[in-house]
Every structure is written in C-alpha cells, then in structure tokens.
C-alpha cells in the first residue's frame, strides 16, 4: 500500500488499497458470486476513499513485501501456540483474545514506525461501512432454510414465509419484513446442517411419527447414545 499525508489518527485507512489479481477469490465462484464479490470490494474501497489498484500481471515478486509478513506473522502465532502448550481454547473469543495479546506485544516494539505511517494516512469516515449481505429465503415444510449451502433450522412459526437474511462472516441475522427474528451462528463449511431442536419440537410433538421420520431426526439427537436408543 502507498500512503498520503492526513490527520494522526490511531484507526485510519490507507489512500490506496492494492491487492494481487484476486485469481484464487474468484477460482470456484460462479458468475454471480464473482459478480457480487466484485461490488462489494468497490463499495468497500469507495466508502474508505481509498483507489483499488493491483498488482502487474505475471510479477508474482511484487506480493513478496505482504507475504512475507504474513508468513511471520502466523509462524508468531504458532510459536506461542506452542509456548502456551495447548491449541484448544473454550470459545472462539477467547482464541481472538490469545491473538489480540501476541500481536498488540509485537506491535510495541514497533511504535516508532507507526507513528511515522500513521502520519500518511486518512482518517476513517463517520460509520462503518456494510458488512453483510442480504439475500432471502424460504421457509421449508421442515422448518429449514438453505444458505450458502447449509441448512438452518428456524421457528417453526416462521414456515412458507420469506426471510431476509444478512450475512455476516460469523453469523446470520433473519428480518420478516422489518422485525428482527432470529440470529444464528453461521457455519464455514462446503455443505452440512445447523438445527436447533427449539425450533421444531413443537411442531413435531403435534404429529403422531413426526420425529420418527423427520430428515432432522439423526441431527436432534444430542449423542451416539441417544441414537442408540
């Protein structure tokens, strides 16, 4: 990134955003994704007032300033990881704190330069720019909606409506018409399910057989032994 002189501040953007030619984002999109993927970086460079440019074709040399720091960066990571003797952490909040901790050390040997790269850069604008997107959905006869190839339970209340549903990186937030109806934690998988027994035992305690040949039956079920039985 190049950077033009504006107002100190401690969270700024950069007057450039520069990235390689973005081959491997698009490489298993399909021509709608790619499409939205596309508008949605230009709004994001629009809203910052930063000029979207990128690398040369064919002079891979020019990425070697970022990834390199990328590379030290995540073998920092795992040498604390290391140090700390143990992967495991008990929410994903915790993990993001681990890591808030290990870079925010780093960084404070480093002060000075960012004092001096702060000085080339502008200051943000009054809000935060969108951070989802929005697409809607059905409510199935099963009490499931399918986003982004995963299959989420909702209220059972909610079957044969349309939901807007926008989509964070980790999590969904469902609107019927402008009321906030559910928020669901979104899986990062290929395909698979989310369902919540809450959200359909109801209906199925009204229907004599309902649980018993239910799709969801098999992903009710808390353990192996409650399928054993």
């Known amino acids: 990134m190049r950077f033009t002189g504006c107002p100190l501040a401690f969270r700024c953007a950069p007057l450039e955003h520069r990235s390689d030619r973005l081959s491997a984002a698009y490489k298993n999109l399909s021509a709608d994704d790619q499409e939205g993927f596309t508008k949605r970086y230009d709004a994001l460079c629009s809203h910052y007032k930063m000029t979207a440019t990128r690398n040369n074709r064919g002079k891979g040399h020019e990425n070697g ?38 870079f925010n050390k780093h960084n404070q040997r480093h002060q000075k330069l960012i004092r001096i790269e702060k000085q080339h850069l502008q200051s943000l604008p009054a809000h935060r720019t969108i951070d989802f997107y929005e697409i809607t959905v059905r409510v ?62 109801k209906s199925l305690v009204h229907k004599p057989q309902a649980f018993r040949y239910s799709i969801l039956r098999d992903d009710l079920l808390p353990d192996a032994t409650y399928k054993e039985i």
């Open 140 to 201: 199935s006869t099963t009490s499931t909606i399918i986003v982004k190839k995963i299959m989420y339970s909702v209220p059972s209340r909610l079957i044969g409506n349309h939901l807007r549903v926008h989509i964070y990186d980790d999590r969904l937030m469902c609107y019927l018409g402008g009321e906030k109806t559910l928020e669901l934690i979104r899986l990062r998988a290929k395909s698979g399910k989310c369902v919540d027994y809450k959200h359909v035992i």
């Open 65 to 102: 300033g970022v990834e390199a720091a990328h590379g030290h960066l995540k073998s920092r990571l795992h040498q604390s990881l290391e140090l700390r003797g143990s992967y495991d952490f008990d929410s994903i909040a915790q993990y993001q704190e681990f890591i808030d901790q290990v």
